[in-house]
Structures are given as structure tokens and as C-alpha cells.
């Protein structure tokens, strides 16, 4: 049986030069099963380093965070329209983004029919086009603050290539600010004030606001070109459960895909496509090592490998829904023995167990 294994000192490191860069108050963004790491232990272990305002995009999430938050502030970074959403978001007491005024005005009829007054951050589109409103709808944003039952008290928008390109990323933000100036000069106070995502902080310079949004940096896989020293984190592990050893001219998995050249011993290790292994995301570096990385797969055909007692061995044959063949020629390896393979959390499963150790 497979587990994700996330090395839970090594997170606290990160967790903590994440919040020394920053150096203004942390948004854990725990979206997406906690960036792979589980919701559940990813969001207490950044709350144990005094992060308090946690954000999500899914509904679904905010019953697992009420859970196991006695305070702090929940913001969805979704503008809905869709009026079930809406409601609960509102009787959980969590923060909505209002990108529209149509959303504004589902979550305002919503929270009066609930009899709450429910917290927003406006949500400006500087170019992610997803939510939020344009610059160029500056009016009907202000047209927002003045809906029945919603109390502003922040503002937000999102750069989409910090990863890549400082000077859009800068041009975004000179943008937000902007917009939000008009907005203040016609409502007043707007709150917390947050741009920053993972990518901004280690690769652009003076872009940290109010606050900060963290998902990615704390698992150490994020693209950048900082030099700040995170952890990469975060392994699929499993025993071997069986080994073999097949003659030469031998075909191996599916289709015989793979044909042995000579006496071949093998390990049969249980991770497989049903664990996220061999699937593809795009990548988490983006410097001479991503791109020789890339050339050495070209070379080796894109051939994977399995991490057996510490020690490197290459993957044979197609790779499985559950089960991978590892070449392990001339070693003593048995079963029982570990296994592992690096994989980006968001790849794995979300019901294969998270072990933090």
C-alpha cells in the first residue's frame, strides 16, 4: 500500500523563511487537498507557525477547515454567482470574493434572507482574466460597497506569470493600485490589501502588500529562481511486494512495450497511475537544471526511475494502474523493502494517505 510522505521539520523550515521573506502576515492557501498534502494536517501545521487566515476554492473545503479552526478567517477565492455557493459561504461566516456585481448582489440577498452580515474582499482582474473586475469597471465595483449586509475589508487580485515575467508582474500591480486608489476615493477605508502569490514573492521584488498568499513555497516546489533555500518536499512510498527474474528477449508489461536485453531481476513495487505516478504537471523549476533535466530525458527516451533503498533504479516496461517493474539487476534487493519516487503532490491521489513524519 502506497503513502505520500511529507517530512514535517523540514516543512516547518520552509514555513518559516517563507514567513522571514514575506516579512507582512501569511495567507495559507490550502486549495487543492492542501497542494496535495492534505488539507487537513497542511492547515494545522501552518497554524501551529501563527497563520490565521486560510484560503480555499472550494466550498466543499470549508466544513474541513471549521472543523479544526477555533479562529481565524476562511476567504474563498471564488466570485460566485451560483446562489447555493453563495449561501455557504455566508452561513459559515467566511470571506467572499466579489469579482462582479452580480455576485455582490447574490451574496448580498443570500446574507440578508440569513440575517448575517458577511465579509468580502473585491477581487480586481489585472490580467488573469478569470474573476474580478476590469479596471475599466471601476464603477460598478464601487456600485458593490454599497449593497445591503456585506461589510468590505480587503481587496485582492492575481498576477498570472510572477513565475516568468517581473515587469508584467509589476505592471499588475501598479494597475491594482491604481484601480483601488479611485475606489478608495469614492468608499473610504478598503482593507487588506493582497497581490503576492508564491511565484511573486521569491521572484519579484517589492510586490508584498498587506499580506501574502502561500501555497506552492511551502512544499518547496514552486517555480522560481530564488535562491532561498526551501525543502523540497513530499515522496510516494511503498514496500516492494514481489521480485523476479525473467531470461533475456523477455517482454515486459503491457503491449511488450519493453523486451529485456539480458537475464533481467525485477522488482514489482505497488505505486502505479492510480498514485499519480507517471502522470505530468508542468514544471517546478525553471532554471539550467529544468532545462538540462529535460535534454537528459530526450536522451534516455523519458525513461523513469524508483528510488529503492536510497539507490536509483530504472522503470522497465509501461507503468501500471497500480503496479511498476523496476529493473534491479545485480542488487540484493527484497521484498519488503522501500520504495519511493519523487512526485509532485498535486499528482498524487487524493485518497492515498499523507503521512507526515
Known amino acids: 500500500m502506497s503513502k505520500y510522505v511529507i517530512d514535517k521539520a523540514k516543512l516547518d523550515d520552509n514555513i518559516e523563511l517563507i514567513k522571514e521573506k514575506a516579512g507582512v502576515p501569511l495567507i ?9 498534502f492534505g ?35 476562511i476567504l ?29 448582489e447574490v451574496m448580498s440577498r443570500v446574507s440578508k434572507e440569513l ?3 458577511t465579509k468580502c474582499h473585491l477581487k480586481i482582474d489585472t490580467g488573469m482574466a478569470r474573476y474580478g473586475f476590469m479596471p475599466s469597471e471601476v464603477e460598478s465595483a464601487i456600485k458593490c460597497y454599497a449593497l445591503e449586509n456585506l461589510s468590505f475589508t480587503g481587496a485582492y487580485t492575481h498576477f498570472s506569470s510572477a513565475f516568468r515575467n517581473s515587469e508584467l508582474t509589476k505592471a499588475q500591480l501598479v494597475m491594482f493600485k491604481d484601480t483601488m486608489e479611485q475606489i478608495k476615493k469614492a468608499v473610504g477605508e478598503i482593507g487588506t490589501m493582497h497581490c503576492a502569490n508564491s511565484p511573486a514573492l521569491l521572484n519579484v521584488e517589492d510586490v508584498c502588500l498587506d499580506s501574502v498568499r502561500i501555497g ?48 533481467t531481476k525485477i522488482a514489482i513495487v505497488p505505486i502505479g ?39 536509483l533504479h530504472y522503470v522497465i516496461g509501461g507503468i501500471g494502474l497500480s503496479h511498476t517493474a523496476v529493473d534491479i539487476t545485480g542488487t540484493d534487493i527484497k521484498p519488503g523493502d522501500l520504495a519511493s519516487v519523487d512526485i509532485s503532490p498535486l499528482m498524487v491521489n487524493p485518497r492515498i494517505e499523507r503521512v507526515y513524519k
Not at 28 to 36: L, P, R
Not at 86 to 104: D, V
Not at 219 to 227: E, P
Request: proline letters at 2%.
Open 216 to 263: 506552492s513555497a511551502f512544499t518547496g516546489r514552486v517555480i522560481t529562481r530564488s535562491k532561498l533555500p526551501l525543502n523540497r518536499l513530499g515522496s510516494l512510498e511503498a514496500e516492494v511486494v514481489d521480485v523476479k527474474t525473467v531470461p533475456a528477449g523477455y517482454k515486459i508489461g503491457y503491449n511488450g512495450t519493453y523486451t529485456t536485453k539480458r537475464e
Open 115 to 117: 440575517g448575517v452580515t
Open 39 to 73: 488539507i487537513r494536517e497542511f492547515t494545522l501545521a501552518l497554524k501551529e507557525h501563527g497563520i490565521k487566515t486560510f484560503a480555499v476554492t472550494e466550498v466543499t473545503d470549508i466544513p474541513v477547515l471549521k472543523e479544526i479552526l477555533d479562529d481565524g478567517d
Open 273 to 311: 497511475h492510480y498514485d499519480g505516478f507517471g502522470l505530468t504537471k508542468e514544471k517546478e523549476q525553471y532554471d539550467l537544471r529544468y532545462v538540462l533535466s529535460i535534454i537528459k530525458k530526450f536522451l534516455n527516451k523519458k525513461q523513469m526511475y524508483v528510488r529503492i533503498n536510497g539507490e
Open 76 to 104: 474563498v477565492m471564488r466570485s460566485t454567482c451560483v446562489e447555493s455557493e453563495a449561501r455557504i459561504i455566508a452561513e459559515n461566516g467566511c470571506i467572499a470574493t466579489i469579482g462582479s456585481l452580480e455576485a455582490a
Open 28 to 36: 495559507g492557501v490550502v486549495k487543492g487537498n492542501g497542494y496535495g
